[in-house]
């Protein structure tokens, strides 16, 4: 069929607003690299776009000489995998439950679940308690209170919700419990679903900082988002400190530092993300649209 004229104007148009949406989006990261790679006086005076402007690594190499750094960055590792494993267990299994109808009491634990994405005990009592369970300066402070996404847990009951019956149906005459059905039949079939939300959590957990911030008191414990929110913090409270000369040569350091750490927060995640993107659109999609 031929197309018509205002389908051709549509689709010019389309692709400018995305090719414009694009660019907005890709500006600030692209920035930021330039930045974490140029002098701190280019930095400052507000020269760095897109292009490196007198070329440095000694920031790079005063963050990653330091022994520290790597401390934080295998602890940072350590409570993603650990924390993402867990979530992922609770959140598949309570959704799965969520997704069959002959549940007893059903909506209520629904409408519990609902209920903690509006409201929630409030900083003071949540330190209290986590405090009272002995859970302070452990993995356990940043893993167990965020270890279910209700937003995650929604977009999966969905997606079960939208898994034939019969499937299991035929499962459970072939002698499946409801154990192996879910291992053997539902999860196989979830790839996309799991991969989503897999990167959900691993995002979530990865870019955290104030839960350890505020459970944790030994810098050997810190996740590296901590060690790098301290690093830049250090640099501008000396900046506002200090007076004269020394001040502005504190602002052009932390103005690098905080380029660099930025750069250094986010490579892992966005090494991850090609892997999983062939998932991503096609797990949310599948788990938001019911029919």
């Given amino acids: 069929m031929r197309e018509s004229r205002a389908y051709r104007t549509f689709q010019v148009l389309n692709a400018a607003v995305l090719i414009g949406v694009m660019l907005v989006t890709l500006y600030p990261f692209v920035t930021i690299i330039a930045q974490s790679f140029s002098s701190e006086g280019y930095i400052v005076a507000g020269q760095v776009n897109l292009v490196p402007r007198g070329f440095n690594l000694d920031t790079y190499g005063v963050v990653m000489g330091d022994s520290m750094f790597w401390t934080n960055y295998r602890n ?3 409570y993603t995998v650990v924390a993402t494993a867990i979530a992922m267990v609770l959140t598949t299994t309570f959704a799965y439950a969520l997704s069959k109808k002959r549940l007893k009491a059903r909506a209520f634990f629904i409408g519990i679940a609902v209920f903690t994405m509006f409201f ?4 003071i009592p949540n330190y209290i308690l986590i405090k009272s369970l002995g859970m302070t300066n452990s ?7 965020n270890a279910i996404s209700v937003f995650n847990l929604l977009v999966m009951k969905a997606f079960f919700e939208n898994l034939p019956e019969e499937l299991e149906e035929s499962a459970s005459m072939d002698g499946l419990t409801t154990y192996g059905i879910f291992l053997r039949i539902v999860l196989p079939l979830s790839k996309a679903v799991l991969a989503t939300m897999v990167l959900f959590y691993a995002v979530s957990f990865w870019n955290s900082w104030f839960p350890a911030f505020l459970y944790m008191d030994r810098a050997d414990l810190y996740p590296v988002t901590v060690y790098l929110r301290n690093l830049i913090a250090g640099a501008t409270n000396a900046a506002s400190v200090s007076g004269g000369s020394g001040a502005d040569g504190l602002a052009q350091a932390a103005a690098n530092i905080q380029a660099v750490t930025i750069v250094l927060t986010v490579l892992p995640i966005l090494c991850l993300y090609p892997f999983l993107q062939k998932y991503f659109v096609s797990g949310v999609m599948l788990g938001s649209v019911k029919g």
């Fill in 76 to 78: 940072t590792v350590v």
């Fill in 120 to 123: 929630n005990g409030g900083l």
């Fill in 139 to 145: 993995i356990w402070a940043i893993v167990l209170p």
